[in-house]
């Protein structure tokens, strides 16, 4: 098992080293970033100036160690916009990014937890069908399309919540929590629909039932601890899809986290907020990834005998 | 050592076995969303000539025209008209374009290459494996919009970029799930025999694998068409994605959002499009699945 998380480790450090790279290149092609940042009257000298003081005028190679360097200390130099160290921005819009993500998770596996096991359970009744109408729906609307229509149609013309922003406390979450978890509570519920499906037909759960175990009990306990190894697969998969999902809920509900921050600062070509952005998120996905297979290895023990 | 390919079955009580399950055989041909999906599509190839008005030509003084069906629409403008002037139908029909083209483009791109990988993975295991697999791994926990907004920044957003920065990111999740069908695939009677028969690497991956996939292929590519869309409109909404002049669902809707109010179509039309043709691609999906590969899971 050390061994197994040790070599998970390794490869998620691999990955970011990677991805650092990848970030550093694409960040620094997205123009000269002195263009926005000086006056329209600003002179050649007044160029070579602010490059010089900047760092951009020293080799790539020799930019790009410095930036590792010192972000591995969550130093990432200046925000070119605002003007202040990155990772106070960073440190500002990062909880309230996690506040929604886990509010808009508890959302998700507050619905599709029981709807996916009765959906199972009542296969091809009226509940079931709903389930399945509710998946479809999940996985066919546009986020931002519905996140506009319920800030037109709730915070709008009904008043009853805030359209955006993060000032009215438990009520401002509400609205873009419920449009982020949308995507994944179709996904969720669908996975544990046929997990359970699989799962009671199985001949465990048949001798459970043999045996004179309750029926509430072979459902919530004996099969859906199996019926969740599927689950538990993609849920690395699923926290992606949030993270990118945020991107555009943020924008649309001007909720200050950091999909928000990674659309200004491409928008403004502000490079080392975009560096920043992309290398927590990218840390934060790899965080949960190998928090996933780790417990993945935990629940199925054929996993960690595989390898 | 070669696996059983009926030991599951051998073990489960007879009587449960033989019963088929009649939710999964009992579906029929999705009609309606095969219906949409041709509808879709000769929209898209035919909109030359289907087009009532041209979709880039602004009249100042025709702006905000409500559909025929409300009061103030006229028949000039079926669908109402934008902030511009513009025809809405003239327009959502042109984007019907870029909406096929960059799912059925990137979705071709990703399959391809995923696939490829997952097979070689497969086929070779090991280190090779272990390689693409930790590559795919990496791929696969990339926000995909992300990406797609550093493109579109370096290099200008096109609909290229968009392409390009979705099928790199898509290609994993074709390589995973092939891959995972190899590995069971490599276990049976029939490849072992085609290595004893001399058969080379290319040709059992080209001849003996490759086909085997092909259902699971089917079933992921219309699956993942839809989500396609869904992405190309988001990063047009977010200004990422095909630029201005030319009419897209996604830019629509961002266009329209400021005027929700007051000109409702103007963003919910574009909106319902997306919604009626996801919808379509994501049932005739799953009716694929249930029909030619009931194991699969996908998201």
């Not at chain 1, 930036?67 to 106070?88: C, K, M, Q, Y």
């Not at chain 1, 689950?231 to 690395?236: H, Q, R």
């Not at chain 2, 290459?113 to 494996?129: E, K, N, P, S």
């Not at chain 2, 109010?261 to 039309?269: C, R």
Request: proline share 6%; glycine share 8%; aromatic share 8%.
């Amino acid at each position: 098992m050390i061994r197994f998380v040790f070599s998970r480790v390794l490869q998620s450090l691999v990955a970011l080293a990677i991805l650092s790279v990848v970030v550093f290149i694409l960040a620094r092609a997205t123009g000269d970033p002195l263009q926005l940042i000086l006056p329209m009257s600003a002179t050649p000298e007044d160029y070579a100036d602010a490059r010089r003081y900047l760092g951009l005028d020293r080799p790539y190679v020799e930019q790009y160690l410095s930036f590792v360097g010192r972000a591995v200390t969550g130093d990432f130099g200046n925000s070119l916009r605002a003007r202040r160290p990155v990772i106070e921005l960073i440190q500002e819009r990062l909880p309230n990014s996690l506040r929604l993500a886990a509010f808009a998770m508890g959302i998700s596996l507050a619905i599709a937890f029981p709807l996916g096991v009765l959906a199972a359970v009542k296969k091809g009744t009226g509940l079931d069908r709903t389930a399945q109408v509710i998946a479809v729906l999940g996985q066919s609307l546009p986020t931002f399309w519905v996140a506009i229509v319920l800030v037109e149609v709730v915070a709008g013309r009904l008043q009853w919540l805030p359209a955006g922003g993060s000032s009215q406390g438990f009520a401002s979450y509400i609205l873009p929590g419920f449009t982020l978890g949308w995507f994944v509570v179709a996904g969720m519920m669908r996975l544990l629909r046929s997990g359970m499906l699989e799962v009671l037909d199985s001949e465990y759960v048949k001798l459970a039932r043999v045996k004179g175990v309750v029926e509430h009990r072979v459902v919530w306990v004996h099969a859906l601890k199996n019926a969740l190894i599927p689950v538990v697969t993609f849920a690395g998969i699923y926290f992606s899809i949030l993270v990118t999902t945020a991107i555009v809920v943020e924008t649309v509900f001007a909720w200050p986290g950091l999909g928000r921050l990674a659309y200004e600062g491409i928008s403004s070509r502000d490079f080392p907020v975009i560096q920043a952005v992309v290398l927590t998120t990218a840390a934060i996905v790899a965080l949960v990834n190998l928090g996933v297979d780790c417990l993945y290895a935990v629940i199925d023990p054929r996993i960690r005998h595989a390898r | 050592m070669p696996a059983e390919p009926l030991a599951d079955g051998a073990l489960t009580l007879p009587d449960v076995a033989a019963r088929p399950d009649p939710a999964a055989r009992g579906r029929r041909v999705p009609v309606v969303s095969l219906g949409i999906i041709v509808l879709f599509v000769l929209v898209a190839i035919l909109a030359p000539f289907l087009s009532p008005a041209d979709p880039g030509e602004q009249s100042l003084r025709n702006r905000f025209k409500p559909p025929v069906w409300m009061e103030g629409g006229s028949s000039k403008h079926l669908l109402g008209t934008d902030r511009l002037g513009r025809d809405m139908l003239s327009r959502m029909i042109w984007g019907s374009r870029v909406s096929l083209a960059a799912g059925v483009v990137t979705v071709l791109l990703a399959s391809a290459f995923g696939a490829g990988v997952g097979l070689v993975a497969g086929y070779h295991g090991g280190m090779v494996d272990a390689v693409l697999m930790r590559a795919t791994d990496a791929t696969m926990s990339f926000p995909v919009i992300l990406l797609a907004l550093i493109l579109a920044v370096t290099v200008g957003p096109s609909f290229t970029n968009v392409v390009v920065a979705i099928a790199v990111i898509l290609w994993a999740r074709y390589a995973r799930v092939i891959r995972g069908q190899v590995l069971t695939l490599m276990g049976l009677d029939f490849i072992a025999q085609a290595r004893i028969a001399g058969a080379g690497a290319w040709r059992i991956i080209t001849r003996h694998l490759f086909p085997n996939t092909l259902n699971t292929l089917v079933v992921l590519v219309t699956l993942q068409i839809g989500y396609v869309i869904i992405v190309e409109a988001s990063l047009s909404f977010l200004g990422a994605g095909i630029p201005p002049p030319t009419p897209a669902w996604g830019s629509m809707i961002s266009e329209g959002r400021e005027f929700v109010t007051s000109a409702w179509w103007v963003s919910s039309l574009p909106g319902l499009a997306i919604l009626l043709v996801v919808l379509a691609f994501n049932l005739l999906g799953d009716w694929l699945r249930d029909t030619l590969d009931p194991k699969l899971r996908q998201l």
